[in-house]
């Protein structure tokens, strides 16, 4: 297998950044969800509430994160951690995080970008680094230890190109247009599978060298934020892909709309990952 294409997310639910290479941590891929928007009660808010965040690029450079609409500009924040601001508690599904404030200002540009969210200012939080958001030991093996940042609930998420020409080929099939592989916001790529979907049952995935592992520990179980344009926020066809990946369902005992698979790093922390990379999978 080889890795085609790697990404990261630097704010929850906002477009994406392609790279050529990238450090694995324990904890996904530096700046990778390390921000996320949350509403007046300090929960998360993404595409599923606000389709409109698809429409704000970001962007690391010279020390900052900038955020980018066409329509309103940009709003920049620097990428060195003040951590003498206050600390708020914030959630992410079921689990209570910590983070800090962005500010005002940012939260101004976020109405004025998407509006208010319940009547109510977004505000950006960045995770607060002091604390560990432990995955559930329910999808771990044996001692395994792993964490993620502000990420629904694994630090990495590995998908196939080889799955998705299976999606595209029966979207077409039934009168829909093909999508692309941003729909499904991995981080990592892979091409030259055996097969469709037969990443969702790979165990480890490792370099040639032995440098590095990822494991898969979950397949992932798609929401609809995968039937929104990421470039523009647009919700053409409301069902799809969804119905389209449950119709090809490999996990034939339990009923789903499943793409791609939940990893985590056991081994390699520190190591670089890059495009081009070989995987071997067992």
């Known amino acids: 297998m080889k890795i085609t294409r790697l990404f990261i997310y630097p704010v929850k639910s906002l477009q994406g950044i392609e790279l050529s290479q990238a450090t694995l941590q324990t904890e996904g891929f530096p700046y990778d969800r390390e921000w996320m928007l ?10 599923r509430q606000l389709p409109l965040l698809a429409t704000i690029s970001t962007k690391l450079s ?15 924040i620097p990428l060195a951690n003040n951590e003498e601001r206050n600390k708020i508690s914030v959630r992410v599904w079921s689990d209570q995080v910590y983070g800090f404030d962005e500010g005002v200002h940012v939260s101004e540009w976020l109405t004025e970008t998407v509006g208010l969210f319940r009547r109510h200012a977004l505000r950006l939080i960045r995770f607060d680094r002091q604390h560990k958001r432990e995955l559930k030991k329910k999808y771990l093996f044996d001692e395994e230890l792993a964490n993620t940042y502000f990420a629904d609930g694994f630090p990495y998420l590995i998908t ?7 999606v595209n080929t029966l979207l077409v099939e039934q009168g829909y247009s093909a999508i692309g592989i941003e729909r499904f916001r991995p981080n990592i790529v892979i091409d030259n599978c055996e097969s469709a979907f037969h990443e969702l049952f ?9 440098q590095f592992q990822l494991s898969i520990r979950k397949p992932c179980e798609r929401c609809p934020v995968t039937t929104i344009d990421q470039l523009n926020g647009d919700r053409l066809e409301p069902s799809q892909p969804l119905g389209v990946l449950r119709e090809l369902n490999p996990m034939r005992d339990h009923p789903g709309a499943f793409f791609g698979g939940n990893a985590i790093l056991t081994k390699g922390e520190g190591c670089l ?10």
């Not at 010279?62 to 709003?75: D, F």
């Not at 196939?160 to 299976?166: G, I, P, Y």
């Open 273 to 282: 990952i890059q495009v081009g990379d070989t995987l071997l999978n067992d």
């Open 202 to 210: 790979y165990q480890n995935c490792s370099d040639i060298n032995g």
């Open 160 to 166: 196939s190109m080889v799955s998705l020409q299976a």
């Open 38 to 47: 949350v509403d007046k009660n300090g929960y998360f808010v993404t595409q």
């Open 62 to 76: 010279k020390g900052k994160l900038i955020l980018s609409n066409k329509l309103t500009g940009q709003v920049t």
